[in-house]
């Protein structure tokens, strides 16, 4: 399987189902990727708890056209203004470009019935910007369909909520009861281009 710059990516599955590993092993593939980590399950970069911080980060990449980062931006406790700066940080990615955002627990930040205007930006014209991106979520029935209407690749681990199992029943067809028992590190995969698939990231013996 092969992923380009500004491919986008929305992986489902309870909790312990292997999500945020699988997400590691796609992320190898990009150089430059900013991941909003409100779960604090991310350490693998650079960790950043204050919006300036991050603004000052970034004029330094852009000054220096530094190409390779991994910049994991956290939500102070007490924050107040979470929503506006997740907005804020999706527009400095923009402006910034050809890069991967990686949003975990997305369904934090949206609805069914509604997206930040910025990540509106991101999901639909996102790839004029070679910007990618990356949904993670426990709760497929609690994001906006527009994340799935454009993403590229959609991995399917376990699932049990049946709001959650209705959600990807439309690309998972048939094999929607697979997923209540499916094992751990293990998805199926849908593609619009490359159609769908069993796929684990658990280690083969010889």
């Known amino acids: 399987m092969i992923f380009q710059t500004a491919d986008c990516f929305c992986i489902f ?4 189902s292997g999500k945020s590993y699988l997400a590691r092993k796609i ?3 990009y150089p430059r990727q900013v991941i ?3 779960v604090e399950d991310w350490t693998d ?6 919006f300036n911080s991050f603004c000052e980060k970034i004029k330094n990449i852009k ?4 190409r390779e980062y991994k910049l994991i931006f956290r939500f102070g406790i007490d924050e107040k203004n979470t929503p506006e700066i997740f907005n804020e940080i999706l527009r400095i990615c923009l402006y910034l470009g050809d ?26 014209i996102g790839r004029h910007k070679k910007v990618g991106y990356m949904a993670i979520t426990q709760r497929p029935a609690q994001i906006n369909k527009g994340l799935l209407s454009q993403a590229e ?22 094999d929607i009861n697979d997923l209540i028992n499916l094992p751990a590190r293990n998805f199926i995969y849908f593609s619009p281009t490359f159609g769908k ?5 658990e280690k083969r013996s010889e």
């Open 13 to 16: 599955g309870k909790r312990k």
């Open 63 to 66: 000054k220096n056209n530094i």
């Open 99 to 124: 890069l991967q955002i990686i949003i975990d627990e997305v369904q934090m930040f949206c609805n069914p019935n509604w997206m930040p205007p910025h990540l509106k930006n991101v999901v639909f």
């Open 153 to 174: 690749h959609i991995f399917c681990g376990q699932l049990h909520d049946k709001n959650d199992l209705r959600a990807v029943a439309d690309f998972i067809g048939d």
């Open 197 to 201: 698939n069993k796929f684990s990231t």
């Open 27 to 29: 992320n190898a593939a």
């Open 36 to 38: 909003i980590d409100p």
């Open 45 to 50: 970069g650079e960790i950043i708890y204050s």
